[in-house]
Every structure is written in structure tokens, then in C-alpha cells.
């Protein structure tokens, strides 16, 4: 049996970077709980650190001194190197000489733990890939890379999976229909999800929960429940509810969001 979702516990996690002439603060200290199993989307405006919170989480930037993640416990560090957390950033960063078969092998090798061939089939017809599993990156469109990558993810069934802008790269058509297709291969009881995005609509479908962030040094302004019954499909985009959350966060964010949905 898979092992539980963990619960993310952050506390007093802040970030001033001091490499320039002047300390430049992107992130005021903050404390954060995750539950697990949960979906929680971080939304903001560019520079406020979402993406840097987002690393730090993962272990791949060191909070200000005094600053603690734990992951069920654990450090980000000990939970990475047993393949149980996995990130996807907005470039899919596929390696050109490996299949797309390869690239998400890949991930099962680092982790330390036996390549299992069929599962990789498996992921890969998942995102809609079968059939590719020996076509190179350069032989896959853009929103076929991304599926890649995120196959890549979930070959290692992490307990943690922290996806950065994934669907910013592609065009607007396949990032919709990747909202659709995809969150059900991460969502459930053994997976707690962070997710960052610029996308406001893109939030409120694939979280639980929304985070909204100031402008830099960046902090948490506002926790939004999405009260919309899952499992969410396209036509949820044209919801009063769906509507009106994406017009809540736009009023906090400054933006003109309205979707002008209907019951």
C-alpha cells in the first residue's frame, strides 16, 4: 500500500537574497500548513515569490536563517533523495538524446529504485502518449513534451509534487484540455500537490484551495476554499461559482478576471 500523503508545515519561511549591491527581499516570513492529499495553487503578481517558495519547498533554495519546511516530518532533502517528492517546471526539460520512454525512466533511476518498463508504457499512454514512447523531444510538439514531463513525475509516485507554470509553455487550447486530462493522474488520497500559476481560471479548476500573494516581498493575502465538487470538467468554467471565484481573487490580484459564468 502506497504510503499516506504527507502534510507540508512551514514556519517563518522567508527569502532576502543578498548577491547584489542591496538585500532584495522576495519573500516576507511566513507560515504555511498543507493538508495532505490536498491541491493548493499559489497565484500572484510576477516577482512575488511564488516560484521562489515553491524551491524552497523542494529543497532547491534555503529559506532566511530561522525559516523550516517539513514534509510529514521530514526535510526537503531526505523526502527528494527517496524519489518521494517530484517538481515539473515550466520548460519540460526533457533530455534531446533520451526517448520520451527514456525521460521518464529516468526519473526511477535517480530515485535509486528498479526501472519498471511496463509502468512507464503505462504513464505514458495515460497523457495520451502511446505510441511516442521512442519519439526524441524534437519529435514531439510542445504540449507532448510537457506530458512527457509530467509522466516523468509520476513514475516515482511521489508523495509531494510541486508543478511550476506546467502548462505555460503550450498554447491555449492544449493548456485547457491539459487542465482537464491530467490533474486526475496526481489528485488523490498519496499525493499532496502545490501548484504555482499566472492563471487565475487554471487555479480555481485544478485547486482545492487558492493562495493569493502580494506584490514583492511577497505574502499570503488571501485563503480561498473552491467549494466546486470535483471531478472538474469544462463546463465548470461557465459556473456562477466558478465565475465568481476566479472575479474574487482578480479584485485581490488588481485584474479584470471575469469569466461571466451562469448556473
Same mark, same amino acid.
Given at each position: 500500500?502506497?504510503?499516506?500523503?504527507?502534510?507540508?508545515?512551514?514556519? +517563518?519561511?522567508?527569502?532576502?537574497?543578498?548577491?547584489?549591491?542591496?538585500?532584495?527581499?522576495? *519573500?516576507?516570513?511566513?507560515?504555511?500548513? *498543507?493538508?495532505? /492529499?490536498?491541491?493548493?495553487?499559489?497565484?500572484?503578481?510576477?516577482?512575488?515569490?511564488?516560484?521562489?517558495?515553491?524551491?524552497?519547498?523542494?529543497?532547491?533554495?534555503?529559506?532566511?536563517?530561522? /525559516?523550516?519546511?517539513?514534509? /510529514?516530518?521530514?526535510?526537503?532533502?531526505?523526502?527528494? &533523495?527517496?524519489?518521494?517528492?517530484?517538481?515539473?517546471?515550466?520548460?519540460?526539460?526533457?533530455?534531446?538524446?533520451?526517448?520520451?520512454?527514456?525521460?521518464?525512466?529516468?526519473?526511477?533511476?535517480?530515485? !535509486?529504485?528498479?526501472?519498471?518498463?511496463?509502468?512507464?508504457?503505462?504513464?505514458?499512454?495515460?497523457? +495520451?502518449?502511446?505510441?511516442?514512447?521512442?519519439?526524441?523531444?524534437?519529435?514531439?510538439? +510542445?504540449?507532448? &513534451?510537457? &506530458?512527457?514531463?509530467?509522466?516523468?513525475? #509520476?513514475?516515482?509516485?511521489?508523495?509531494? #509534487?510541486?508543478?511550476?507554470?506546467?502548462?505555460?509553455?503550450? =498554447?491555449? *487550447?492544449?493548456?485547457?484540455?491539459?487542465?482537464?486530462?491530467?490533474?486526475?493522474?496526481?489528485?488523490?488520497?498519496?499525493?499532496?500537490?502545490? #501548484?504555482?500559476? %499566472?492563471?487565475?481560471?487554471?487555479?480555481?479548476?485544478?485547486?482545492?484551495?487558492?493562495?493569493?500573494?502580494?506584490?514583492?516581498?511577497?505574502?499570503?493575502?488571501?485563503?480561498? =476554499?473552491?467549494?466546486?465538487? &470535483?471531478?472538474?470538467?469544462?463546463? %465548470?468554467?461557465?459556473?456562477?461559482?466558478?465565475?465568481?471565484?476566479?472575479?474574487?481573487?482578480?479584485?485581490?490580484? +488588481?485584474?479584470?478576471?471575469?469569466?461571466? !459564468?451562469?448556473?
Amino acid at each position: 500500500m502506497p504510503a499516506p500523503a504527507p502534510a507540508v508545515e512551514l514556519r +517563518g519561511v522567508g527569502k532576502t537574497f543578498r548577491t547584489g549591491a542591496e538585500p532584495l527581499t522576495v *519573500l516576507e516570513p511566513l507560515d504555511l500548513t *498543507l493538508a495532505p /492529499g490536498s491541491v493548493t495553487a499559489l497565484v500572484g503578481p510576477s516577482g512575488c515569490g511564488k516560484s521562489t517558495l515553491l524551491r524552497i519547498v523542494a529543497g532547491l533554495e534555503e529559506p532566511d536563517e530561522g /525559516g523550516v519546511v517539513g514534509i /510529514g516530518g521530514d526535510d526537503p532533502l531526505t523526502v527528494r &533523495r527517496r524519489g518521494e517528492l517530484a517538481i515539473a517546471f515550466q520548460d519540460p526539460s526533457l533530455l534531446p538524446w533520451r526517448t520520451a520512454a527514456s525521460n521518464v525512466a529516468l526519473a526511477s533511476k535517480l530515485a !535509486g529504485r528498479p526501472v519498471d518498463v511496463t509502468r512507464v508504457r503505462e504513464l505514458l499512454a495515460m497523457v +495520451g502518449l502511446a505510441g511516442f514512447e521512442d519519439a526524441r523531444p524534437a519529435e514531439l510538439s +510542445g504540449g507532448m &513534451r510537457q &506530458r512527457a514531463a509530467i509522466a516523468r513525475c #509520476l513514475i516515482t509516485e511521489p508523495r509531494l #509534487l510541486l508543478l511550476d507554470e506546467p502548462f505555460g509553455a503550450v =498554447d491555449e *487550447l492544449t493548456r485547457r484540455r491539459l487542465n482537464i486530462e491530467l490533474p486526475p493522474l496526481w489528485s488523490g488520497a498519496t499525493t499532496t500537490t502545490l #501548484l504555482v500559476t %499566472h492563471s487565475v481560471p487554471e487555479a480555481v479548476l485544478l485547486a482545492d484551495r487558492v493562495l493569493v500573494m502580494s506584490p514583492r516581498p511577497g505574502s499570503i493575502v488571501a485563503d480561498l =476554499d473552491v467549494d466546486i465538487p &470535483r471531478p472538474r470538467r469544462m463546463e %465548470h468554467l461557465h459556473t456562477r461559482r466558478f465565475g465568481a471565484l476566479v472575479d474574487e481573487i482578480g479584485v485581490l490580484l +488588481g485584474v479584470d478576471q471575469f469569466i461571466g !459564468g451562469q448556473d
